[in-house]
């Protein structure tokens, strides 16, 4: 009787170091050469309407304001609600002096204060806000923060379509949803500017090589609980609808500097005033704190760390390169150019991050008790 020596069991080859330097297997992408309007739009797109503050914020005496790199002063006063911009040497003045002045439209909605930052005639402020926030039957109510990072970060974090299956997975918003594992999706205009992520596949678990089916099974989460649509459109802000519940989230990053921007955060809900008021109290005792605090701080500590280009890319991103695409195309707005304040500006290094550093609490007791 003969027998057969069992094959030999293939075996990868140990990586020399485990910190493989970029570039080293693939080029990727070194520029953002392929959008040159994006690339250049480090203070934002001008020809657009900005939330800046909420309208509380500003009395009888003047507010300072940084928005797409202009500084202004926000005054209420006899005349009215004003923007004025204070200029350097170098530019037109209205004045005797070397200083110039420049009023911008202003225009107050939704207890907020919105600037349009361009030279020429404004269309009304309700051309950038959603119509569905303007209705008379809708509450709508939120948090407004300064943050860290390029504006173009946090717009590309939002609507990017793979972050939220490892980022988020452990989140205490996400407890009772059992998350994708991986999807295809692709892009599409749906009206009034946006453009929707649209799912063609979507898979809560696979088979892996050498590890089995993952993610296991928890009992207290279900597929498709919480199913979101999720879309963005210009200058900077992205929505996302809850079908089944009735209600919108709503984002904005509003370039101030080119390494910091203003996060406003809304939800939305229409109906009665007993379902306004309902909803008004789910979101103060609920929604502000754990989803528009801990969910949304999830995403602040990554944009506070994105750097690119360079950037090497993959399939989910088509997410990201149709934004891109969409601010290219636009033709109402206009990169902001640098202004003096910030001409010396040049994209920094990324700064090394602490896998820990400032993790949410809720991701430190799941960690602790192993889920």
Same mark, same amino acid.
Not at 105 to 129: C, F, H, Q
Not at 167 to 190: A, D, G, N
Not at 192 to 201: L, N, S
Not at 288 to 294: A, C, E, I, L
């Given at each position: ?190 009206? %009034?500017? @946006?453009?929707?992520?649209? $799912? !063609?596949?979507?898979? /809560? ?6 590890? +089995? &089916? =993952? ?35 709503? %984002?904005? @990053?509003?370039?101030?500097? $080119? !390494?910091?921007?203003? /996060? ?6 229409? +109906? &009665? =005033? ?98």
């Amino acid at each position: 009787m003969t027998t057969e020596a069992p094959a030999e069991t293939p075996t990868r080859a140990k990586p020399a170091s485990r910190n493989i330097p970029f570039g080293a297997h693939s080029t990727g992408r070194r520029d953002w050469a392929t959008w040159p309007k994006y690339e250049a739009a480090a203070l934002g797109l001008r020809n657009y309407w900005y939330p800046v503050t909420w309208s509380r914020k500003v009395g009888t005496s003047p507010v300072p304001a940084l928005i797409c790199g202009e500084r202004l002063s926000l005054i209420r006063d006899g005349e009215g609600l004003r923007a004025v911009r204070v200029g350097v040497e170098g530019e037109s003045s209205e004045s005797s002096d070397s200083v110039s002045y420049r009023t911008y439209p202003v225009a107050e909605r939704l207890g907020l204060i919105w600037v349009y930052v361009a030279d020429n005639d404004p269309p009304p402020v309700e051309t950038d806000i959603p119509s569905e926030i303007l209705a008379s039957d809708a509450i709508t109510v939120g948090r407004l923060t300064h943050r860290h990072g390029n504006w173009r970060f946090g717009a590309e974090n939002g609507i990017d379509e793979g972050h939220a299956k490892f980022l988020h997975r452990r989140s205490l918003w996400t407890l009772r949803r059992q998350m994708p594992t991986w999807t295809r999706h692709h892009m599409e205009p749906t009206g %009034e500017g @946006w453009i929707t992520r649209k $799912p !063609d596949e979507v898979h /809560y678990d696979t088979e892996f090589p050498g590890l +089995g &089916s =993952w993610p296991p099974k928890r009992f207290w989460r279900s597929q498709g609980r919480g199913v979101a649509v999720v879309s963005i459109r210009l200058p900077c802000f992205l929505r996302v609808a809850y079908p089944a519940a009735g209600w919108q989230h709503y %984002e904005w @990053w509003a370039p101030t500097d $080119p !390494d910091h921007h203003i /996060y406003l955060q809304l939800v939305s809900k229409r +109906g &009665s =005033w007993f379902k306004r008021f309902r909803f008004r109290m789910f979101y103060r005792f609920w929604v502000r704190w754990v989803f528009h605090g801990m969910f949304n701080d999830e995403d602040r500590l990554m944009v506070d760390v994105m750097d690119a280009p360079p950037e090497r890319l993959y399939r989910p991103d088509i997410a990201i390169t149709e934004w891109r695409k969409l601010c290219e195309s636009d033709t109402r707005g206009i990169a902001q150019e640098l202004t003096p304040e910030f001409a010396g500006w040049k994209p920094s290094e990324s700064p090394t991050l602490d896998p820990r550093a400032e993790m949410p609490l809720t991701h430190k007791f799941r960690e602790l008790i192993g889920m």
